[in-house]
C-alpha cells in the first residue's frame, strides 16, 4: 500500500538477478502484474522470481503465481519461486497445489 492508501505491487528483474515481487499481490494489482511477469518470463528474465517482497495476498495472487507457471510450461521455460511467504504456502495447502509452487 502506498501512501495515498492505493495497493500497489511492482514486478522487477534486473540482469543477473532473481526477478522480484513488492507489495500486495491482490485482484487489484494482479492483472498487471500478469502482464510484466509474463512478458519476463517469455524473454528469459524471469526463471527464478524471489516473492520475499509481497507483503499480503488472497487466492488471486495464488492464481497468478499458478498462472505464469503455466506460461513458463507453454514457453518451454523453467520457472521457480523463492521465498514464498507462508500465507502463500496456506492457500496453496488449502487448495492442494503447494506442491506447484514448491517444485523445481
Same mark, same amino acid.
Given at each position: 500500500?502506498?501512501?495515498?492508501?492505493?495497493?500497489?505491487?511492482d514486478f522487477?528483474?534486473?540482469?543477473?538477478?532473481?526477478?522480484?515481487?513488492?507489495?500486495? +499481490?491482490?485482484?487489484?494489482?494482479?492483472?498487471?502484474?500478469?502482464?510484466?511477469?509474463?512478458?519476463?518470463?517469455?524473454?528469459g528474465r524471469?526463471?527464478?522470481?524471489?516473492?520475499?517482497?509481497?507483503?499480503?495476498?488472497?487466492?488471486?495472487?495464488?492464481?497468478?503465481?499458478?498462472?505464469?507457471?503455466?506460461?513458463?510450461?507453454?514457453e518451454h521455460?523453467?520457472?521457480?519461486?523463492?521465498?514464498?511467504?507462508?500465507? +502463500?504456502?496456506? +492457500?496453496?495447502?488449502?487448495?492442494?497445489?503447494?506442491? +506447484?509452487?514448491?517444485?523445481?
Amino acid at each position: 500500500m502506498n501512501n495515498s492508501g492505493v495497493i500497489t505491487a511492482d514486478f522487477v528483474t534486473q540482469e543477473g538477478e532473481p526477478a522480484r515481487v513488492n507489495g500486495v +499481490l491482490h485482484f487489484t494489482t494482479v492483472t498487471a502484474l500478469l502482464r510484466s511477469g509474463s512478458e519476463a518470463i517469455a524473454n528469459g528474465r524471469a526463471a527464478i522470481i524471489d516473492l520475499a517482497g509481497v507483503k499480503d495476498s488472497d487466492s488471486s495472487g495464488l492464481a497468478l503465481l499458478i498462472e505464469w507457471l503455466s506460461i513458463a510450461r507453454a514457453e518451454h521455460k523453467n520457472l521457480r519461486y523463492e521465498n514464498i511467504p507462508v500465507q +502463500l504456502h496456506q +492457500l496453496a495447502r488449502l487448495s492442494d497445489v503447494e506442491e +506447484l509452487l514448491t517444485a523445481g
